[in-house]
């Protein structure tokens, strides 16, 4: 059993997200927007975090840099009505982006697949406030003659922060 953190503005669809995960045995927690996720987060990060991206107030995007900054880093699913936001690098981060459908089975698939691999694995500590061994994000994105992508982002598919090393390329 592991704890998920719903965020989403829509009273109907988090009622649906949390009868789904309640039936998969998940202890599960809602938010309406970002500002309360991290209320409810500080105190003790779930395990999965589900964000919707547009919000009002503090977005899905914004909640996300917030949660790469914590230690350790629980897992995030985005899931947006918007295939967009796929190719903004702010959500290359998440452990997945799904597009809101009907059909909420790849959205269980991929809460199973992630508390399957944090009951196999240590919890990833992410990069220690302060800790100068590494740029930010945003600087390593934003150099002169090359940016830095991930890797597995070259041949079209979104990586998990923890499954791919960033590589030096030349950007359009």
């Not at 789904?20 to 395990?47: F, N, S, W």
């Not at 919890?123 to 830095?148: E, F, I, K, Q, Y």
Request: aromatic share 4%.
């Amino acid at each position: 059993m592991s704890d998920v953190l719903i965020v989403e503005d829509n009273a109907n669809q988090r009622l649906l997200y949390r009868m789904e995960l309640e039936e998969e045995g998940h202890l599960v927690t809602e938010a309406v927007d970002g500002r309360e996720a991290l209320d409810r987060i500080t105190p003790k990060a779930p395990d999965v975090i589900i964000t919707d991206l547009v919000m009002p107030g503090v977005d899905g995007r914004e909640l996300l840099n917030r949660i790469m900054a914590m230690n350790p880093i629980p897992h995030v699913i985005i899931y947006s009505a918007y295939e967009g936001f796929r190719d903004d690098y702010t959500t290359w981060a998440a452990d997945a982006y799904l597009v809101k459908s009907s059909d909420l089975q790849p959205l269980m698939r991929q809460v199973h697949r992630l508390t399957s691999v944090s009951a196999e694995s240590p919890p990833h500590t992410g990069r220690a406030a302060g800790d100068a061994s590494s740029d930010s994000l945003n600087a390593s994105l934003t150099r002169t003659s090359t940016c830095t992508r991930p890797r597995a982002r070259m041949s079209g598919w979104i990586p998990s922060r923890r499954q791919s090393p960033a590589v030096q390329t030349k950007c359009a």
